[in-house]
């Protein structure tokens, strides 16, 4: 800054003149209307209001000024700076509002719009009905085994004591992938696609020491028309114990426990002999219908479709495994004995759901899974 000048003592100097300072002072009121934006504006203020501007470096010159002209050039110059300070706040304040208005606008979320436009899948409910069986029996200890769909017939019937001229080996039941006998190494045994789970259990025997608790959960084929009771392709889960000492009364308790997980506490089950050539005993499996709890039965005032009427729901084939199995799978019958119960998860499905028609469940309409998909 310039220190007062006693030899030097002009009446004026040009850079204050008022002509000048109005210049200076309109010159930066202009740039500021002009600043279109924030950007814009930060630079005309540094170019008209900081260290470096006309106007600062005039008033640097003040200083110089003889005494009596300081005064008046020390107000001409605040009231111009002022004047230009002002203009820049209230365009600041002008362009920051202009701001934020535009900022609602354009960063405006319309909740109202879809917020998912690919539409999601669901899981089947075959495969989470499943899952919730395995963990009941998982709970209890038990394992998960599976096995392949393309498997031998010696997997399939023989280890299982099923007869070579059992009814279901014959083509009709069974679909083959390979008929027996046509490759030269594989003589004895024909491929077919599996038509229950039990070869897994086999395998399973085959593998490991007893005690043995496995549940073996699969796609099984037999060969059936696609109708509203019948699919070709279906789902099975069997379970298998072997240990020591074990008696049907362990097999009904288990049975009873995951009926009960499944579909509400205080329901029985029933056995009803029958025949397995992989089981001895064998019987049918049936449970209390979990609707009318059994008061439909000889009461015709009160119908229950769910279980027509009957009381009870048929659920699948249980029974003590044949030592002959347990023989043909490397396992001492004297000394373990063991149960096994298969039984279909889509029968399960459609009477614990309500399905009616099977072709739901394998068609895959989406519509048809998405319902379900919330079941965990
Ligand atoms: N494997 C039998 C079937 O597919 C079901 C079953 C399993 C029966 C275990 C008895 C014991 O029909």
Known sequence: MSAPNKSYDPVEVEALKPEEIERMRDEALAAVAAAADLDALREVKAAHAGDRSPLALANREIGALPPHAKAEAGKRMGMARGAVNK?????????????????????????????????????????????????????????????????????????????????????????????????????????????????????????????????????????????????????????????????????KGTIEHMVRSLFGEGLTTRLRPNYFPFTEPSAELDMQCYVCRGESAGNPDRPCRTCSSEGWIELGGCGMVNPRVLTAAGIDPEKYSGFAFGFGIERLLMFRHNVEDMRDMVEGDVRFTRPFGMEI
Request: with cysteine.
């Open 87 to 251: 203009a820049f706040a209230a365009r600041q304040a002008e362009l920051e509002a202009e701001r934020d208005a535009r900022v609602l606008v354009e960063e405006a979320v319309d909740v109202t719009l879809p917020y998912d436009r690919t539409p999601a899948g669901a899981r089947h409910p075959i495969t989470t009905l499943c899952e919730r069986i395995e963990d009941v029996f998982v709970a209890m200890g038990y394992e998960v085994a599976e096995g392949p769909e393309v498997e031998t017939e010696w997997f399939n019937f023989d280890a299982l004591n099923i007869a070579q001229d059992h009814p279901a080996r014959a083509m009709q039941d069974t679909l083959f992938v390979q008929a027996p006998g046509k490759k030269a190494k594989e003589a004895e045994s024909g491929v077919v696609l599996r038509t229950h789970t039990s070869p897994v259990q086999v395998r399973t025997m085959l593998d490991r020491e007893p005690p043995v608790y496995v549940i073996c959960p699969g796609r099984v084929y037999r060969m059936d028309e696609l109708d509203a009771t019948h699919t070709p392709v279906f789902t099975q889960v069997e379970l298998l114990a072997i240990d020591e000492g074990l008696t049907m009364a362990d097999l």
